[in-house]
């Protein structure tokens, strides 16, 4: 396997470091929570790669150093999710948040959970990690907490949701289609139409919003944007059930 080498140099200096004459940097507590960020780190890189065998061991050394590590505990349960080991996550979420309230990692076991079918579950941790208005991922729980409510079927507080989303943070393309499909169900089309042209600004089409952009486009008369949405449908999604949905109305 290649390793950047930025995970090389790392593992160079981590080495001198703990060999290094003087008092053994292992046997400070500096030491040791320098070494123990480092093996995270060195953890996190092997999974963000993709090489989840390779990343367990560097997290395994920072628990070594720091059994109590929060942030060990959640990079070993984001490892053992992709690795479709729902168990041995969802132990590790567990061991990192006992350490106390991390909204990060709460909001990764949400989604952990909603992944699982777990809605209930998943709707309290990214409730949780709502109440954090400092979070810089804020408006992505807001997102979570929608996609949630549409599960749980509310889609009056999924909508809620998706628009507090996008006041924090109006470049996403998912809360804009989801809250847009949510308004046309409404018959709320002006509004629908405004959140939609936001997100063929920001995103290709899919199967939905195609669907979406065409029957918006035959309430608003707009008779070439509907013939071109149609053949991209079509064309790109003849089995789906959007295309299939969409021949059920003519």
């Known amino acids: 396997m290649i390793v950047r080498a ?16 003087g008092i053994a940097p ?19 890189g092997y999974l ?8 367990k061991m560097p997290l395994k050394k920072a628990l070594e150093i720091d059994p109590d590590s929060a942030d060990a505990h ?7 999710q992709s690795e479709l080991e729902p168990e041995l996550a969802d132990q590790h979420y567990r061991k990192a948040l006992a350490q106390g309230k991390n909204t990060r990692i709460q909001n990764n076991y949400g989604s952990f959970l909603y992944e699982q079918g777990q809605y209930k579950a998943a ?5 949780s990690a709502a109440e954090d208005t400092l979070y810089s991922g804020r408006s992505g729980v807001f997102e979570n907490m929608g996609l949630t409510a549409l599960r749980l079927g509310n889609k009056t507080l999924a909508l809620k949701y998706f628009e507090r989303s996008l006041r924090l943070n109006s470049q ?17 089309y002006l509004s629908a139409q405004k959140y939609y042209e ?5 995103s290709n089409h899919n199967a939905r919003s195609l669907l979406l952009g065409l029957r918006l486009a035959k309430i608003f008369q707009d008779r070439n944007q509907a013939a071109s949405l149609q053949l991209q449908l079509k ?8 295309y299939k949905q969409y021949q059920s109305e003519q």
Request: one cysteine or more.
């Open 6 to 21: 930025g995970f090389l140099l790392f593992i160079s200096m981590l080495s001198a470091c703990v060999s290094s004459g």
């Open 26 to 44: 292992l046997r400070t507590e500096e030491g040791r929570n320098q070494a123990r960020d480092a093996y995270i780190q060195l953890g996190i």
């Open 48 to 55: 963000q790669q993709g090489i989840t065998e390779q990343a």
């Open 74 to 80: 959640a990079a070993l349960a984001l490892v053992f």
């Open 123 to 127: 709707y309290e941790q990214f409730s």
């Open 172 to 188: 996403q393309s998912r809360p804009l289609l989801e809250a847009a499909l949510l308004l046309y169900e409404r018959k709320d």
């Open 198 to 202: 936001s997100f063929t600004q920001l």
């Open 235 to 242: 064309r790109l999604y003849p089995a789906s059930a959007e």
